[in-house]
């Protein structure tokens, strides 16, 4: 039982630690919406989408999540999230990612027909 409450007492000491730090820490989000007019199948449409999301985590280490459910094969909406202490490094990352998302996309025959970007938290 001293074991847990030594535990506990580091674990309380080192969130203090953290309080005691004042540092701030933000959030961007960017939303692409897909058309993929070549898919024929659920099949092609998980292969662009997967292509996608592979590409962008391995390039730009950011988390992608498809964010909708396969009610159209033609379309999907993709999500990206990056976190950084810098808002101006979002905001390039970001529009890095952007770009190269157009361009992979377009390698499998879609396009990107809407993007838009959240930060948070907000100016």
């Known amino acids: 039982?001293?074991?847990?409450?030594?535990?506990?007492?580091?674990?309380?000491?080192?969130?203090?630690?953290?309080?005691?730090?004042?540092?701030?820490?933000?959030?961007?989000?960017?939303t692409l919406e897909l058309r993929l007019e070549y898919a024929r199948s659920l099949k092609?449409?998980?292969?662009?989408?997967?292509?996608?999301?592979?590409?962008l985590r391995h390039a730009f280490n950011v988390s992608v999540a498809e964010l909708d459910e396969v009610i159209v094969w033609q379309r999907a909406s993709v999500g990206i999230a990056a976190i950084s202490s810098s808002r101006d490094y979002l905001r390039g990352q970001m529009q890095q990612v952007e770009e190269a998302s157009i361009r992979i996309v377009e390698t499998h025959g879609g396009q990107v027909s809407d993007s838009f970007v959240e930060f948070f938290p907000e100016e």
Request: glycine content about 0%; proline content about 0%; charged content about 35%.
């Open 1 to 30: 039982m001293e074991l847990v409450e030594r535990v506990f007492e580091r674990r309380v000491s080192a969130a203090d630690a953290v309080d005691a730090v004042s540092f701030s820490m933000h959030l961007a989000v960017l």
């Open 44 to 55: 092609d449409r998980r292969q662009c989408v997967r292509s996608l999301k592979d590409a």
